[in-house]
């Protein structure tokens, strides 16, 4: 599986908003502009999230963008599936009747893709902040959360 730019940025633009204290919402532009992603595709994505339940948004002077959920309720496959990502095996394939080989390997692929998306939505935002948190005091980083 490749993770896509528009995967990678709605990561990482849920990292950015698990960060602030009580979850307070924050501007697109700030996001942005901690995260090194263009504003304007950043607003498309997190309109996406807010559909999906992920994100709400808060109109006003200290409005801006925030979590739905806590973080260790909101799943990495939850935020791919949010922004059109999919893990899905190839649509309508099915093995040779007559041919074994195909079978065993179209079976593998199966357990394998369940095995991902199982995997994808086990791990949660808080995994991913503890994970980066743990990465950067290993290297003897300041941290910051650029990603």
């Known amino acids: 599986m490749k993770l896509t730019t528009r995967g990678h940025y709605s990561v990482k633009a849920l990292l950015d908003l698990s960060l602030q204290p009580n979850y307070t919402p924050v501007a697109v532009k700030a996001i942005a502009a901690r995260?090194?992603?263009?504003?304007?595709?950043?607003?498309?994505l997190l309109i996406e999230m807010r559909r999906a339940g992920l994100v709400?948004?808060?109109?006003?002077?200290?409005?801006?963008?925030?979590?739905?959920?806590?973080?260790?309720?909101?799943?990495?496959?939850?935020?791919?599936a949010a922004v059109g990502e999919t893990i899905e095996p190839l649509?309508?394939?099915?093995?040779?009747?007559?041919?074994?080989?195909?079978?065993?390997?179209?079976?593998?692929?199966?357990?394998?893709?369940?095995?991902?998306?199982?995997?994808?939505y086990s791990i949660t935002l808080a995994d991913l902040y503890y994970d980066a948190r743990s990465w950067q005091a290993a290297q003897g980083e300041e941290t910051n959360f650029v990603v």
């Open 56 to 80: 709400t948004s808060v109109r006003g002077v200290q409005g801006g963008y925030k979590l739905a959920r806590s973080p260790a309720a909101i799943s990495l496959g939850e935020i791919l």
């Open 91 to 120: 649509p309508h394939h099915q093995p040779e009747p007559g041919q074994a080989e195909d079978w065993v390997t179209f079976t593998l692929w199966q357990r394998l893709h369940q095995k991902m998306r199982e995997a994808l």
């Open 35 to 44: 995260q090194e992603i263009p504003a304007p595709y950043l607003e498309k």
